[in-house]
């Protein structure tokens, strides 16, 4: 016995109204994803670090001070204003932050710093030297803050 087998009349532009409907979904999420990864990118602990240096290099001493906590500003503030003006080349950013694992455990707030690999000039007298700093971080109202000025082994 042969069985022919009919389409429904309905189930072509279903399955593609279906299909666009997906797409859409999928161009939806990937979209929200792209502007979320924007949103937490600019204020990541990597881009408090080069706005920090960069202010320092163009000798805005409140631009990098908006970069430390602001309860350790104060203490901050000499150091900060005898760096302007140096060069920094941030030769790269390593952030150290809790596993995804730890995060759910609650364990999220501890051990969380960068470590910053520079090329310092400075601009009076044009030495040169390397450092690498460690800085811890401090998260308050959903933004990152160094702790300390990097490089100040005094605040």
């Given amino acids: 016995m042969d069985r022919k087998l ?8 279903t399955a593609l109204a279906t299909a666009w409907v997906m797409l859409a979904m999928t161009a939806l999420l990937v979209t929200l994803g792209a ?15 080069r706005q920090y240096f960069q202010a320092l ?6 631009g ?8 350790a500003r104060a203490a901050a503030r000499p150091f900060v204003q005898n760096n ?14 809790p596993s995804l694992l730890a995060r759910l455990r609650g364990q999220g707030d501890a051990g969380q710093s960068v470590t910053v690999f520079l090329d310092i000039t400075q601009a009076v007298g ?10 811890p971080l401090v998260e308050a109202r ?3 803050y160094l ?9």
Wanted: proline content about 8%; aromatic content about 4%; cysteine-free.
């Fill in 126 to 135: 044009g030495e040169q030297w390397q450092a690498s700093p460690q800085v």
């Fill in 84 to 97: 302007v003006r140096n060069k920094y080349v941030i030769a790269g950013i390593a952030a150290q932050q």
């Fill in 35 to 49: 502007l979320q990864d924007a949103a937490s990118r600019a204020s990541s602990p990597e881009a408090v670090v």
């Fill in 64 to 71: 990098a001070l908006v970069q430390i906590q602001p309860t």
């Fill in 57 to 62: 290099e163009a000798g805005d001493a409140e």
């Fill in 147 to 155: 702790s300390r000025a990097p490089l100040d082994i005094g605040s």
């Fill in 142 to 144: 959903g933004r990152w």
């Fill in 6 to 13: 009919t389409r429904s009349p309905l189930s072509r532009p």
